[in-house]
């Protein structure tokens, strides 16, 4: 062990005693089908350690890291036992393991000529409407921040019947502002709001 940690043989990544109690993997602290956290990370006292008896933080025959923890430390004042297996905690030594597990998608820094190169760049309604459309389209989003949906329906315009409404669900929740559910870019004389003018709205959050 080191300082409010514990380090294991042959991961060099320091695991603070907070993170490993947080992580404990038993029936009481995970639940067994669903694997949903039982408690709440500020259950963890900061001064959480394991317990002073000697073999209290111990590899096992099945190369496990076993930590006793201290009672004084347990909500309930009770003995807790926590086992870590090596690919668990080797998962969470570092950034790279944990991007490969998640199976996270690298973000890409682009220009015109680059972003216009991706094959995903468009996509129709109806195929973004199949699994294998929305994958694509989703990751298309969390590489280059940038999609284009063609061929949506536009014959409904009403803000109640439009399937703009539609489209942005396919991805997740509408958030209502003081704007209203969607709002209406149009051009009209004498606007009091830009958006409601003639000239050009570039690429910015609103519209993403």
Known sequence: M????????????????TWLRDSCQCPSCIHPSTRQKLRESSSVPLNVQPSNEPGAVTI???SKLVVQWDPRSEPDKQPHTSSYSFDFLKRYSNAEDLHSFHRDVDTVKWNAAEVSSSSALYVSYQDLQ?????????????????????????????????ELQNLATIFGEIRETFYGRVWDVKN??????????NLNLDLHMDLL
């Open 188 to 197: 009209i004389k004498n606007s009091k709001n830009i958006a409601y003018t």
């Open 2 to 17: 080191v300082p409010g940690a514990v380090v294991v043989p042959s991961i060099s990544t320091p695991f603070p005693f």
């Open 60 to 62: 096992s025959n099945d």
């Open 130 to 162: 199949t699994p294998s459309g929305l994958l694509k389209s989703i990751t298309q989003l969390a590489q280059y921040g940038l999609l284009f949906v063609t061929q949506v329906p536009s014959e409904k315009t009403s803000d109640q019947d439009c």
